[in-house]
């Protein structure tokens, strides 16, 4: 880390390090850069004169008592307008009735310098309004409480494609936001499937707090989880590679432009100008929606359980649209003949 460049900016650096975890004055000292532990023991006097409240775990060493602990945030100007930033986009991603949203929101809008706090603030207009009692509230409610407090949780949910719900006792792991639209999931171990299953939070019809604690198991990596899902979906065995084939100049320019995936190789740019891209995913399904938005700029050549997918979607869209999709079973690409001849 770089030297702290003055007593403020080093102050707010240790009161992020003490919330994170216990430090001697010894290491922050080392951590910020500064000559001598003395330096950190005024600073950390100089926080407790603050009502921040620290206590010590071990001889000599510090950290902030989070339980006691109540927020100021104190940000840049920069961090000022990211934080506006990210505000905005939850503010667009959320579609449906949320009163925590909108509180939040407007919590982080008084912290705004203006004209952000304004801005931000007229933001809370476009989510809609929910009705008293709304019963996706009470279940975000419910699993964020099990989920903060590591208590097992009880749920009815009912999957995309059933038609029937099923109770599951789940160990609620991860609280995860997808990355495609304002969907949120529930990552956890359901002790009805004996697995890790995502649940979609809107999908939940109720949900039970129960007096059970987990225990978070070693095997499960979180980090390690997102790296390898597209959005939320994990797969049932090792990663699978999907290599697609990007062909026309806004296309290839608008893949180079941005980082899809953690996992993804470094583009491969032919000759004549289309584009290999390839990753590495737990579950190439999820990646559909995706790949169809690219239309026929982007070509799926592995896996072929995804090619032979998307071949069968182009030919059911074709045959909707009025043409005759038919195979030339000589090993040559099919061909569509117009639907009223020609």
């Known amino acids: 880390m770089s030297r702290a460049s003055g007593r403020t900016e080093r102050l707010r650096l240790l009161e992020k390090r003490y ?15 500064v000559e001598s ?14 009502d921040i409240p620290f206590i010590e775990v071990q001889r000599g060493r510090w950290k902030i008592d989070r339980s006691q602990y109540m927020s100021n945030l104190r940000v840049s100007v920069w961090e000022n307008a990211l934080l506006y930033l990210m505000a ?18 407007q919590s982080v809008a008084i912290t705004l310098n203006q004209p952000l706090m304004d801005r931000l603030l007229r933001s809370t207009d476009f989510i809609p ?45 991860l609280l995860e936001p997808s990355l495609w639209d304002d969907s949120i999931y ?7 499937m004996d697995k890790i299953i995502p649940f979609k939070l809107n999908r939940i019809q ?29 797969g049932d065995g090792e990663l699978v590679t999907v290599k697609l084939k990007f062909r026309g100049k806004t296309a290839v320019r ?11 190789a470094e583009p491969e740019l032919l000759p004549n100008g289309d584009l290999i891209w390839s990753t590495q995913v737990a579950e190439w399904r999820e990646m559909l929606p995706w790949i169809r938005g690219w239309g026929a700029d982007c070509e799926v050549l ?12 182009a030919k059911a869209i074709a045959e909707q649209y009025g043409w005759h999709v038919s195979t030339n079973h000589s090993n040559q690409s099919s061909v569509i003949d117009d639907f009223f001849g020609g």
């Open 19 to 33: 919330l994170q975890g216990a430090y001697t004055d010894e290491e922050l000292a080392e951590i910020v850069e």
């Open 37 to 50: 532990r003395a330096t950190i023991y005024k600073d950390r006097k100089l926080l407790m004169a603050q």
């Open 88 to 105: 905005r986009k939850a503010a667009r991603q959320t579609r449906f009735p949320n009163p925590h949203v909108v509180s939040l929101l």
């Open 129 to 173: 309004k929910a009705d008293e009692g709304e019963g996706d509230t009470a279940v975000l409610e419910k699993v964020i409480t099990c989920w903060i407090e590591q208590r097992k949780i009880r749920i009815r949910y009912q999957g995309l494609q059933s038609r029937k719900t099923t109770v599951h006792l789940v160990n609620p792991y």
């Open 186 to 192: 529930l990552v956890g171990y359901s002790e009805t």
């Open 206 to 234: 109720k949900a039970a707090d129960t007096t059970q604690p987990i225990i978070f198991p070693k095997s499960f990596n979180e980090s390690e989880f997102i790296r390898n899902v597209w959005s939320i979906w994990d």
């Open 254 to 264: 608008r893949v180079q432009e941005s980082v899809w995936h953690p996992n993804q």
């Open 302 to 313: 592995e896996p072929v359980e995804l090619r032979e997918t998307l071949m069968g979607e």
